[in-house]
């Protein structure tokens, strides 16, 4: 094999290295490999022939390697004895010489490549990689496949809304140790965990046991219930109307909270009375992010479902918007303009890769470059990224189930609340259709004094969507029945880290089950 190399400006100087592969291919890696570490060696000692011309050039008085030098630099390629008599290397001696070069190419008896060198070393390519991400089954796993595989009992339960859409939620009856262990089949007190924007019920699971908040509830004998937002993964599938109609995507957090919470609830005590005669109403709501938004535009508008919730726990509560960092603040100038929204993010299912995210990605984001992809999805432009909280494992199992899809218009809402300084309102559709559906030009806010509910805010710092500031307009306008706000002791930590975050059994959810106790 010949190998030939001209370098730009040398005047005529060409290096020829000849590589003498005198063996015959043979099964296995060996041959392969050691002409794959000949071949960066080879390209090193061009590198530095070619550096030491250039210093000559430049009046250094570096004396250039000759070529026979440069070419005995080159161990030959042997198999099985033949071409020089030396045994061949193993896989693995070969592997590590070939890291060894890649880390500190000095110790092949040349030097670092010169930094102010014009020249491509072509055989850049062929050093080792970083070692990759162990696979996670969970990646590609539905919501109860991810329970079963960690030992535990799942249920998939598909309800009807008052308006026609059919919603799938997710149960652990029980946790690891078994329902027979547990004294019997959903014994626990139930307990209702709704997701956030974007999301679905695996994101309390992908954290994995003894992390996952779902699987700590469990375990701690909690008949556990995950919710699912209509348009979501789980569900997708109305009774008249298909999802590729936009008819299917007219909603917003409001009618998930109008119509999904209240039907998963009912549902969920219909279940309890017919395996167990259990005709307590003590439900504990947990929500996070928009699952908190529902659960407030919900008491606040249906009074009578406030006897029918022991407590609520809100973490990163989502009601005023007035202080938000978050990227979705550049499109809240726009959120008025119903048609421009609707014509750039498209009229249903808010399309979580396009031009729109990578423009938010680009000017909202607060990453470096390295970071970028994780920021190009959706979840992470929207809500930020702690790299402090970051757990690389995780991530793939994270972008196999999020963006779970929701609608456009949900987004919309929340960009409007952030137009109107914060306030807490239904949609606005323009003054002349609000005045057709709500009888007045202005939508009209939620009224937050019809809530009974006791409700414990847990927040933090450095959260994008739900800051303090916020969180303490709402904590005073509930002060008729908030358990207290709770602040992270993080000033790092984020809006997902309340889901993913490495502190978070240990900065959330012990404090979180202490509460909880409290409505046992």
């Known amino acids: 094999m010949m190998l030939l190399l001209r370098w730009p400006g040398s005047r005529g100087v060409v290096l020829l290295l000849v590589l003498s592969l005198t063996a015959c291919p043979t099964a296995g890696q060996g041959l392969f490999d050691n002409l794959l570490s000949q071949l960066m060696t080879t390209a090193t000692s061009a590198q530095n022939f070619l550096g030491d011309a250039y210093d000559q050039r430049q009046g250094r008085g570096t004396e ?28 693995a001696t070969t592997q ?12 092949q008896g040349t030097r670092a490549p010169p930094t102010h ?46 308006d026609g859409y059919l919603l799938t939620v997710h149960r652990l009856p029980c946790g690891r140790a078994g329902c027979t262990a547990q004294g019997g089949k959903g014994t626990g007190q139930p307990v209702f965990l709704q997701h956030g924007l974007l999301s679905s019920s695996a994101d309390w699971l992908l954290s994995g046991p003894d992390r996952a908040l779902a699987f700590i509830l469990a375990d701690a004998g909690y008949d556990v219930w995950l919710g699912n937002a209509r348009g979501n993964t789980y569900s997708r599938k109305h009774v008249s109307l298909s999802s590729d ?8 957090w409001h ?56 407590a609520v726990f809100a973490l990163a509560p989502i009601a005023f918007m007035g202080h938000v960092k978050s990227p979705i603040r550049l499109l809240a100038p726009f959120s008025h303009d119903i048609e421009m929204i609707l014509k750039f993010f498209g009229g249903n299912e808010f399309m979580p890769q396009n031009k729109i995210i990578r423009y938010l990605a680009k000017y909202g984001c607060e990453l470096t470059e390295a970071e970028k992809y994780i920021c190009e999805n959706t979840v992470f432009v929207l809500c ?7 757990n690389a494992t995780l991530m793939p199992v994270i972008f196999g189930h999020t963006p779970a899809g929701t609608s456009t218009k949900t987004v919309v809402h929340y960009a409007q609340e952030i137009h109107n300084e914060g306030t807490f309102q239904l949609f606005d559709y323009g003054e002349h259709e609000n005045q057709r559906r709500y009888g007045r030009v202005t939508p009209p ?38 358990i207290g706000m709770f602040k992270i002791p993080n000033d790092n930590f984020n809006h997902v880290d309340f ?18 106790q409290r409505y046992r």
């Open 64 to 91: 250039p390697p000759t070529v026979v030098a440069a070419a005995a630099a080159a161990p030959a390629v042997t198999s099985n004895g033949i071409g020089g008599g030396a045994p061949q290397q193993s896989e």
């Open 245 to 252: 109609e936009t008819a299917f995507w007219d909603f917003s």
């Open 384 to 390: 930020g990224f702690d790299k402090e909280q970051y």
């Open 117 to 162: 060198l014009p020249f491509w070393n072509p055989f850049v390519w062929l050093r080792p990689k970083e070692p990759a991400i162990p696979y996670n089954p969970d990646t590609d796993l539905s919501t109860p496949e991810i329970a079963v595989r960690h030992g535990y009992t799942a249920e998939s339960h598909t309800l009807k809304t008052a």
């Open 255 to 310: 009618e998930m909270a109008m119509y999904d919470i209240p039907a998963e609830i009912d549902y969920l005590y219909t279940i309890r009375e017919l395996e167990r005669n259990d005709t307590r109403r003590n439900l504990l709501y947990i929500g996070h992010s928009m699952g908190t938004t529902m659960a407030f535009a919900l008491l606040a508008s249906r009074p009578e479902y406030n006897e029918k919730l022991e």
């Open 96 to 107: 590590q010489t070939v890291q060894s070069f890649a880390e500190n190419p000095t110790t």
């Open 445 to 482: 806010v939620y009224d937050l004094d019809n809530i009974s509910t006791p409700i414990a805010l847990f927040y933090a710092n450095n959260d994008w969507l739900a800051g303090p500031l916020d969180v303490a307009n709402l904590f005073n306008r509930l002060h008729r029945t908030s």
């Open 499 to 516: 889901l993913w975050g490495n502190d978070a059994p240990e900065v959330v959810y012990k404090q979180l089950l202490m509460l909880m």
